[in-house]
């Protein structure tokens, strides 16, 4: 991830291959594969922590925040949507 105006790159999760990735309002970072889903905290000094749990539902399409400030929402294949608080810290 490169942050504009800052000269360095974040690395953030390079063993999985994500299908999509948003920003919560509350500023968490939730990326989502196949098979499970990631909530980073990061900034422009890098990540200070991650959350991940499996992700069991059908395939996912796309991640997007959802209506309160750490709340998420996972759109699948089939029309379905899954909505999901994260955890503060």
């Known amino acids: 991830m490169h942050w504009l105006g800052h000269e360095n790159l974040i690395t953030l999760e390079n063993d999985t291959e994500w299908i999509s990735g948003a920003w919560t309002p509350a500023g968490k970072l939730i990326l989502v594969s196949a098979t499970e889903v ?4 990061v900034d422009t000094r ?24 750490n709340q998420f929402a996972i759109f699948s294949v089939g029309g379905r949507v899954a909505v999901f608080t994260a955890p503060d810290k």
Request: aromatic fraction near 8%; hydrophobic fraction near 40%; charge should be positive.
């Open 46 to 69: 890098g990540v200070h922590g991650i959350k991940r749990f499996p992700w069991h539902g059908r395939t996912p399409i796309a991640v997007t925040a959802a209506g309160e400030p």
């Open 38 to 41: 990631c909530l980073l905290d």
